[in-house]
């Protein structure tokens, strides 16, 4: 028997038990996808919040777009269970599907149709009531930010735009989960901004899951992040958390203006480990680089404005992101962490 049939046969003898409904929306448990002999996931368990937006994070083949789409319903798991707001995707695909969202990595998109008639479309395949068909379109379109592209054909739009009209379509049967993969690839700088603002509006009326391979396009935007590695979880937390647990604290890059002493004027703070000058960026100001044990910037400010120093900026180190992501998904196997820590999971034992 192969793998998956095998899997599939434990999880049904396992079935006889119901699903326990809990205030998770999503959780994930022990998921295993196998391709033949390949592993793309597993071993994978965790827990999403309602009204959370999670990042799945990882580098290309990490496992991101198999773990969504078998959320999705569109690829069957080789074993362990998915309860999405207590129905299985095996057991209650339909149920699922009328619950869940999906922008795939290739939006399936109609060139020749209207943005309109094909969110009418949509929404009617999804399930919405005739007499409801317009206002959901409109609503769609609204929290996406089509409104005067509603009768443009969607080949004459720029990627940007069908990027919403792929996100319009994924909320247009009001889910309560919105699984996007990838929906920043390939947007210019303006795009991803738009696209941050657009995914961060979800908020409060969906739950989000999006996936990246570029911790700093969604880092912004997620409340917390899962990063893959391998078709398993290496770690997740906030982006605060997992810097403080991995780089074993926070850089910041702060700016005065004028020549004030931030080591002397900063040595009381008992979180602050290290102030470095770090340049002059401009005439009269200068930068300095100040590492923490953990987030200090709002205390920072606060020394700095009392102190009467004059700040004209502070920031977090620039690269300080990506070395985690680096960190992360480049260590060997053997030194992968092996023990939960704040932060970080042990391979397949996120929850
Ligand atoms: P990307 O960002 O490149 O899409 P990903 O993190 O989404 O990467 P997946 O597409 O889920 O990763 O792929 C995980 C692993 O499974 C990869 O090694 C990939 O080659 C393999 N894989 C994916 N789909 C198939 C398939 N249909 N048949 C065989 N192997 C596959």
Redesign the pocket.
């Known amino acids: 028997m192969d793998r998956s049939l095998a899997g599939l046969t434990q999880r049904r003898a396992r079935r006889s038990e119901p699903v326990q409904r809990e205030n998770a929306l999503i959780e994930i448990t022990e998921l295993y996808k196998f ?2 002999e ?1 592993r ?2 597993g071993p994978l368990s965790a827990k999403i919040e309602r009204g959370e937006i999670v990042g799945l994070l ?10 969504l789409r078998i959320l999705s319903c569109d690829l069957l798991p080789s074993s362990g269970t998915v309860v999405v707001d207590g129905d299985d995707v095996v057991e209650r695909p339909d149920a699922v599907r009328a619950k869940i969202g999906y922008l795939p ?1 290739t939006p399936p998109l109609y060139p020749e149709m209207t943005v309109r008639a094909y969110l009418r479309f949509v929404a009617a395949l999804r399930g919405v009531a005739p007499a409801q068909l317009a206002a959901a379109v409109v609503d769609a379109a609204r929290q996406t930010g089509l409104e005067a592209k509603l009768d443009d054909t969607i080949e004459t739009l720029s990627h940007g735009y069908r990027q919403r009209v792929g996100i319009a379509q994924a909320i247009v049967h009001r889910p309560a989960l919105v699984v996007l ?2 929906p920043i690839a390939g947007l210019d700088p303006v795009q991803i901004m738009e696209m941050r603002e657009l995914i961060r509006g979800l908020r409060g009326a969906h739950t989000v899951l999006l ?1 990246s ?1 570029i911790l700093s396009e969604i880092s912004e935007t997620c409340d917390r992040l899962f990063v ?1 590695k391998d ?1 398993a979880i290496v770690a997740q937390g906030t982006e605060a958390e997992l810097s403080a647990a991995l780089l074993g604290g926070m850089r910041v890059e702060v700016q005065v203006r004028g020549d004030a002493d931030l080591p002397r004027l900063l040595a009381e703070l008992a979180e602050v480990t290290e102030v470095r000058a770090a340049g002059t960026p401009e005439p009269g100001v200068h930068a300095w680089t100040v590492h923490a044990r953990q987030d200090v910037r709002e205390r920072l400010c606060q020394e700095l404005v009392r102190a009467g120093v004059p700040l004209v900026g502070l920031s977090r180190g620039e690269r300080e992101l990506e070395a985690i992501f680096e960190r992360l998904v480049t260590a060997p196997a053997a030194t992968a962490p092996t023990r939960p820590e704040p932060g970080v999971a042990a391979l397949g034992e996120a929850s």
């Open positions: 391709y033949g390949q793309a996931v990882g580098l290309n083949g990490a496992g991101k777009t198999t773990t990595d993969d990838e996936s391979h893959l078709g």
